[in-house]
């Protein structure tokens, strides 16, 4: 708990569960205000409780962003950051894959984004200060089996983080985005129940990780928060990986790194 954010409004979109959930969390911990926008309906509303506030929003259709940009300066006043970070995932073969999931994919991963900062750029500008965190992935720079509609959302998130960071500058709005490695969250259960020994997937996924271990949602908030504070104020236009370094290792024959591992745990 501290109060890096004080004073600040911060919007979070698909803050509801997963890693979002955790953002907002971090971010009101550091005394922000923050808004969830997701796909609520009347049922399934949460009650607002102390700096965490919900409200409806799909951020693929532009009505309801602008609804939602309007509630939340009505009720709040402004908005200092914007995390975009709702998101899906379609996991097929490109054979299997239709023109609809693609058209999916894109108006949740790639045309919410952009619809979210389009409306609320001007409140920004209002104040003449603001930071965008996308939440991109590690998919932008490689990518898994069946994800290649996933990929070129999440590459065309990278194009959107260097146009909004260089056309909104002058008017000192910042925007970055954190790429998350293998988060455990229910966007990636389905990849996981591929195989019948859930343990061993796991233990085979983070020996893919330098660091040993697959991401917490808390690893991508405590990334966000410095994105969204003041301590980053130089930083703009850049695609941050949070992922233990698996991007960052060449693939070696199992059979190798497994020698390579004993070794290195070798008294
Ligand atoms: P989850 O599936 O756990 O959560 C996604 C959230 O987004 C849900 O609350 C969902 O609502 C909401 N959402 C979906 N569509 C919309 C929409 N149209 N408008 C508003 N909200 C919407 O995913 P994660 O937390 O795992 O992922 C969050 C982000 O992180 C995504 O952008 C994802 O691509 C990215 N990411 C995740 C990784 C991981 O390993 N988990 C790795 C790399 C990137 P509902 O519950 O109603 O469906």
């Given at each position: ?9 911060v ?17 009101a ?13 009347e049922h399934?509303?949460?009650v ?5 506030a919900f ?24 908005i ?23 058209d999916?994919?894109?108006?949740v ?20 200060l ?8 590690v ?40 790429c998350p ?12 129940e ?5 343990s ?8 893919l ?25 130089f930083?703009?236009?850049?695609m ?5 370094a ?16 004993a070794?290195?745990?070798?008294p």
């Amino acid at each position: 708990m501290g109060n890096r954010l004080s004073g600040k409004v911060v919007v979070v979109t698909g803050g509801n569960r997963g890693i979002g959930r955790a953002i907002a969390e971090r971010l009101a911990n550091e005394e922000a205000m923050v808004v969830v926008g997701d796909l609520f309906d009347e049922h399934s509303l949460p009650v607002s409780v102390e700096r965490l506030a919900f409200m409806r929003l799909d951020v693929t259709k532009e009505a309801s962003v602008r609804a939602f940009v309007d509630d939340v300066i009505q009720k709040f006043g402004r908005i200092d950051v914007l995390v975009n970070n709702a998101g899906i995932i379609v996991h097929k073969s490109i054979d299997e894959q239709t023109g609809e999931d693609w058209d999916r994919l894109m108006a949740v991963n790639l045309r919410g984004p952009f619809l979210m900062a389009k409306h609320v750029a001007p409140e920004m500008r209002r104040v003449g200060l603001g930071t965008i965190v996308n939440i991109g992935s590690v998919e932008g720079f490689m990518v898994n089996p069946w994800h290649t509609a996933y990929a070129a959302t999440k590459a065309g998130m990278h194009g959107l983080t260097i146009g909004l960071a260089v056309d909104l500058g002058p008017d000192g709005i910042r925007c970055n985005t954190v790429c998350p490695g293998w988060i455990g969250t229910d966007l990636n259960r389905s990849y996981l129940e591929l195989h019948p020994d859930r343990s061993l997937v796991e233990r085979e996924l983070a020996q893919l990780h330098p660091v040993g271990r697959i991401g917490s949602p808390k690893d991508i908030a405590n990334a966000v928060l410095w994105l969204a504070s003041d301590e980053s104020s130089f930083v703009s236009g850049e695609m941050i990986a949070v992922d233990g370094a698996r991007t960052k290792k060449i693939s070696l024959p199992s059979i190798l790194d497994e020698e390579y591992r004993a070794k290195l745990t070798k008294p």
